[in-house]
């Protein structure tokens, strides 16, 4: 790298060739001390855009074929491996998928469209996000772009009693074995009556973990630190529990020869099944039982922290969802304000 003095100009310039490109041009400084700084950033730039990557860039969907075998390789959760593999799936459907890597922005995937909620289409979302990010860990596009995620709406709708037997009764209407229909409505009724999280940690009960005299469930890992705890069980829960495990003394509350981890992990293609065939509204899934749950606590207790620690929510703002039955308090006492300042005017 050369620094010399231009004639006719009063700065000091730079020269310097990166790979067979000729770099000249002003350092704007007439001190040499600054000017040499001033070339060393140019030639610092210089070398990392001129980062030599591959002539023919892999469209998204040949790239996939290299990131599902990291995914599956890499030190990742099972849920989160599972995750990147789903998101993929919806992406693979789209016009992304057979664009080159370096042609796709953040323009592309604004305009992308999912069956489903929010959560859906961030889940291809953040699929396409890392993807992108491995191809610059990778050394296949120089910069990954910036993939804004939509907002995802948070369930208000719960799996009150009336859908519970409602679905039930659909799921009865399937043409299912009497093993499955039983364990399907055994799952309803828990997650109805414990609160718990379905895939993290309700179809991850051993039965040493229940508690038969203090009538209680060891959660011992959940999605946040305080959701490791017991969870009580209503007379409901218990009777279901205990013919669930029968004579069983050990093992998965819910065991599974289907899976590599040897429990039960979903049964979202059933609880569609059994919501079709009783007209329920899509939006309910299993996991609003869970809501119904820290909304009837709530509406009977009337203490958040309570609500909080049964169902291991670390945050105020998740809890304060449960608070719903204050809304009826506060319209029955606009009611009985109207109401008494009628009588006052009389």
């Not at 895939?199 to 051993?206: A, K, S, T």
């Not at 973990?209 to 959660?219: A, F, L, M, P, S």
Request: charged content about 30%.
């Amino acid at each position: 790298m050369e620094i010399f003095n231009k004639p006719g100009s009063k700065f000091l310039w730079y020269d310097f060739t990166v790979r067979g490109q000729r770099y000249r041009g002003s350092t704007k400084e007439t001190n040499e001390k600054r000017a040499d700084g001033i070339a060393a950033l140019k030639f610092a730039e210089a070398c990392e855009h001129s980062d030599p990557l591959p002539r023919r860039l892999p469209t998204l969907g040949r790239f996939s074929a290299r990131f599902l075998e990291w995914v599956e390789s890499a030190r990742l959760k099972p849920k989160t491996k599972t995750y990147y593999t789903d998101g993929w799936g919806l992406l693979s459907t789209t016009a992304v998928a057979r664009m080159k890597l370096d042609m796709i922005s953040n323009d592309e995937a604004e305009v992308l469209s999912f069956p489903g909620g929010g959560a859906t289409t961030n889940c291809a979302l953040r699929t396409l996000r890392r993807m992108l990010g491995k191809a610059e860990d990778w050394k296949l596009i120089r910069r990954a772009p910036k993939i804004k995620l939509v907002e995802e709406n948070s369930r208000s709708i719960r799996l009150t009693e009336e859908y519970e037997r409602r679905l039930l009764a659909g799921a009865a209407q399937c043409n299912w074995r009497p093993r499955t229909l039983e364990r399907f409505g055994a799952i309803v009724v828990l997650m109805r009556q414990t609160g718990m999280r379905n895939e993290r940690e309700l179809f991850q009960v051993c039965i040493e973990n229940i508690d038969w005299d203090k009538r209680t469930i060891y959660v011992p890992d959940s999605k946040t630190v305080t959701g490791i705890r017991n969870v009580p069980m209503s007379e409901r829960a218990y009777e279901v529990l205990r013919k669930l495990c029968g004579s069983r003394r050990h093992g998965w509350l819910f065991p599974s020869k289907r899976t590599t981890i040897g429990h039960l992990t979903t049964v979202a293609g059933h609880f569609r099944q059994a919501r079709r065939k009783a007209g329920l509204p899509e939006a309910l899934v299993l996991y609003c039982g869970r809501h119904d749950f820290g909304t009837r606590l709530y509406d009977r207790t009337k203490n958040l922290k309570l609500v909080m620690a049964v169902m291991g929510h670390k945050d105020v703002k998740s809890a304060m969802r449960y608070q719903l039955p204050e809304l009826e308090l506060a319209r029955v006492a606009l009611n009985e304000g109207n109401a008494a300042a009628e009588q006052a005017a009389k």
